[in-house]
T-cell receptor, first 116, second 112 residues
Framework: NAGVMQNPRHLVRRRGQEARLRCSPM?????VYWYRQLPEEGLKFMVY????????ESGMPKERFSAEFPKEGPSILRIQQVVRGDSAAYFC??????????????FGPGTRLTVT | AQSVTQPDIHITVSEGASLELRCNYS??????LFWYVQSPGQGLQLLLK??????LVQGIKGFEAEFKRSQSSFNLRKPSVHWSDAAEYFC??????????FGSGTRLLVRP
């Protein structure tokens, strides 16, 4: 059973470009979380999605960031017009996501975004 | 607001010595608590979790943690540290919408 997959593992973008980060959850998991880890810091929640629905986006910056989890295919975290401060590791986690039940979250290896 | 605090930024122990990493939480109801480990350049691996029941939780790699409501703590312990345990350790709590709130992490260094 494959774990959570993220690609690319490393991404370099120039300021002003767009970054697209992909996350494929574990088989059978329908809920995805995105977290950001700035250098020398812990992980901070960004967004919580289930297929075709955003459940909680309270951690997303108001501008330039968006996320989706379509019916088919991976979840995408999109950052438009990247700035140096977006340089970080972005982690995706997945759970089976049955409503009302807490589950441990299984993390992917992360995408390390560098903005030059 | 819910929060998780790891008071120690760095901890250094000798190989074979015992280890305790501190974690304090601030939650109103019964918390769901986790410990994760992150090796350099890697993702997070779950070591153990506490949802309810027995307050002493056993995890992988010989780790255990004890939930103490009176002290609002969930400290991670290991009786004998191996060099391969050198990594960053994160304590996390799950809030009412099931997202994780992480502490700032404790970096463990192991002396030979």
């Amino acid at each position: 059973n494959a774990g959570v997959m993220q690609n690319p593992r490393h991404l370099v973008r120039r300021r002003g470009q767009e970054a697209r980060l992909r996350c494929s959850p574990m088989k059978g998991h329908s809920h995805v979380y995105w977290y950001r880890q700035l250098p020398e810091e812990g992980l901070k929640f960004m967004v919580y999605l289930q297929k075709e629905n955003i459940i909680d986006e309270s951690g997303m910056p108001k501008e330039r960031f968006s996320a989706e989890f379509p019916k088919e295919g991976p979840s995408i975290l999109r950052i438009q017009q990247v700035v140096r401060g977006d340089s970080a590791a972005y982690f995706c986690a997945s759970t089976p996501g049955v409503s009302g039940i807490p589950y441990e979250q299984y993390f992917g290896p992360g995408t390390r975004l560098t903005v030059t | 607001a819910q929060s998780v605090t790891q008071p120690d930024i760095h901890i250094t122990v000798s190989e074979g010595a015992s280890l305790e990493l501190r974690c304090n939480y601030s939650y109103g109801a019964t918390p769901y608590l986790f410990w994760y480990v992150q090796s350099p350049g890697q993702g997070l691996q779950l070591l153990l979790k506490y949802f309810s029941g027995d307050t002493l939780v056993q995890g992988i790699k010989g780790f255990e943690a004890e939930f103490k409501r009176s002290q609002s703590s969930f400290n991670l312990r290991k009786p004998s540290v191996h060099w391969s345990d050198a990594a960053e350790y994160f304590c996390a709590g799950m809030d009412s919408s099931y997202k994780l709130i992480f502490g700032s992490g404790t970096r463990l260094l192991v002396r030979p």
